[in-house]
């Protein structure tokens, strides 16, 4: 390991993004909530300002993968398609099998310019985690509990919310629900075959209710569905651990423009259609690994500068009061004060841990327990 690389695997570094990011990110959160008096007002400049917070929040991780990491991203797509990407409104289709695939999501939206109004559809519970959560919630993402007869009644109409929503944004889904595995793959298939669907080699069987409502809200204000199917060069097993340490990865994306009017417009013929985009989806991961390129003319979108600008500001800002305050105490000698800075270091490890632990594979929902075989379903 070079020294560089020795540097960034020091633990004292991974606080110092850790610092910076809860600070500024409740700094942040706080200046969300002054805006809700905007609200009633002027909703649409509320929406701008909190487009702008949000980038101040969910850039510092992409700056985490494209900057400290060094990973790029390489796109394989139509060339016809490419000058349209950060133009226009899209639902982003997105395999879920690494744990920075919501990462890579979030860099190419900020390689297009539009990671501050970009949506997600999450699990509810991220909306009570504090900064992301609560930056998510100022930015109107839509929440699920995964739950049919409970989203009916929340996801469409925070969905038609968005139909007048002034600023371009990608809408990410995870059709698959969580992250795959060998035993929730197995599981999966079980439930595929029940259904008579075809088996899927590469990805879970896709749950077509969250897709088929958000294209029912969205269609005439979003003209496309791009569906991106992502890997990464040499067997990579990518984690945001490994992101921290500054490891680089290598990742391929493949991106389909799909128009809005090739989808149909009835729910079982679109649940039939993304079962069908699913099959190709595990054709083109096969050949993949078969050949280490996707189809299409391969592209690596430029770096904007932003990311970095924004961590290097917040830095700036808030780590040379702290280092002072930190001298201070230490000038001190007071074995109390040496005592209760060492447990905020031991706390601020713990919640590092915990923060990535939030994103590893084997710590995600139970869809893979036998014991919930029998609550999958679209």
Not at 88 to 94: G, H, M, S, T
Not at 143 to 172: G, I, M, N
């Amino acid at each position: 390991m070079d020294l560089v690389g020795l540097l960034k695997s020091q633990f004292l570094c991974h606080l110092v993004f850790c610092y910076v990011f809860i600070a500024s990110g409740l700094i942040v959160n706080t200046l969300q909530l002054f805006t809700l008096v905007l609200w009633p007002i002027n909703k649409q400049l509320f929406r701008k300002i909190n487009c702008r917070l949000s980038y101040c929040i969910s850039s510092q991780l992409v700056m985490l993968l494209e900057w400290w990491s060094g990973t790029e991203c390489t796109l394989y797509t139509d060339p016809r398609a490419y000058p349209k990407f950060g133009k226009e409104n899209a639902i982003v289709v997105l395999n879920h099998k690494f744990e920075i695939d919501f990462l890579c999501g979030w860099s190419l939206a900020e390689r297009f310019g539009i990671l501050g109004s970009s949506k997600v559809l999450a699990k509810k519970e991220l909306a009570y985690v504090p900064i992301i959560g609560w930056m998510w919630y100022f930015t109107e993402m839509i929440f699920c509990t995964r739950r049919w007869e409970q989203d009916r009644r929340t996801v469409a109409p925070s969905l038609l919310h968005l139909r007048d929503y002034p600023e371009k944004y990608f809408f990410l889904i995870h059709c698959e629900g969580t992250r795959f595995t060998e035993k929730k793959h197995q599981i999966s298939m079980q439930v595929a075959q029940a259904k008579g669907l075809p088996s899927l080699k590469h990805h879970l069987l896709p749950r077509t209710k969250g897709f088929t409502i958000t294209v029912r809200c969205l269609r005439d204000v979003v003209p496309a569905v791009y569906d991106c199917t992502l890997n990464f060069r040499n067997n990579e097993n990518p984690t945001l651990l490994g992101v921290l340490n500054g490891k680089k990865y290598h990742a391929d994306c493949y991106v389909r423009r799909i128009p809005m009017e090739d989808i149909p417009e009835d729910d079982d013929e679109c649940s039939a259609w993304l079962h069908k985009l699913y099959q190709e989806k595990d054709a083109f991961q096969e050949e993949y690994y078969r050949t280490g390129v996707f189809p299409e003319t391969p592209r690596v979108p430029a770096r904007r500068p932003w990311a970095l600008i924004n961590w290097l500001f917040w830095a700036s800002l808030l780590l040379y009061p702290f280092l002072q305050f930190l001298l201070s105490l230490i000038a001190s000698g007071s074995s109390m004060t040496l005592a209760s800075l060492l447990i905020v270091f031991c706390m601020a490890s713990v919640g590092v841990r915990w923060m990535i632990g939030v994103t590893e594979i084997d710590k995600g929902s139970a869809y893979g327990n036998i014991d919930h075989k029998q609550k999958q379903s679209d």
